[in-house]
């Protein structure tokens, strides 16, 4: 990914992420975070699965989307150095959705 970012996650019934970006200087870890678990799905299967949650880049800025389909919410998280902070959240209409970024603009389809 462009943002030389990967996002490990762990955990039974809360999806945990840890973050570590890999830069000229070194290897930064980026704070740990909790997202909110598909508690529905979490019966089923897995309690989240990797396209449920997106590394975005949008104007220079790092983002983590989650989808989360209990709540039919896509939520938005920008990555800082020392935090990680909830900046938006969108309805969601569906439960096929897919995202993309076209110039800086976020699509969700």
Known sequence: HETRLVLLASGNTTVRLSGYQFATSGIIRLPRFDLPSDLERGKRGPVMESKDVRLLTMYGRMYCAHINHTL????????????????????????????????????VH
């Open 72 to 107: 039919s919410q896509l939520v938005l998280y920008r990555f800082y150095r020392d935090a990680l902070i909830r900046q938006h959240t969108y309805p969601l209409y569906s439960h096929k959705v897919a995202l993309s970024v076209v110039d800086h603009a976020l699509v």
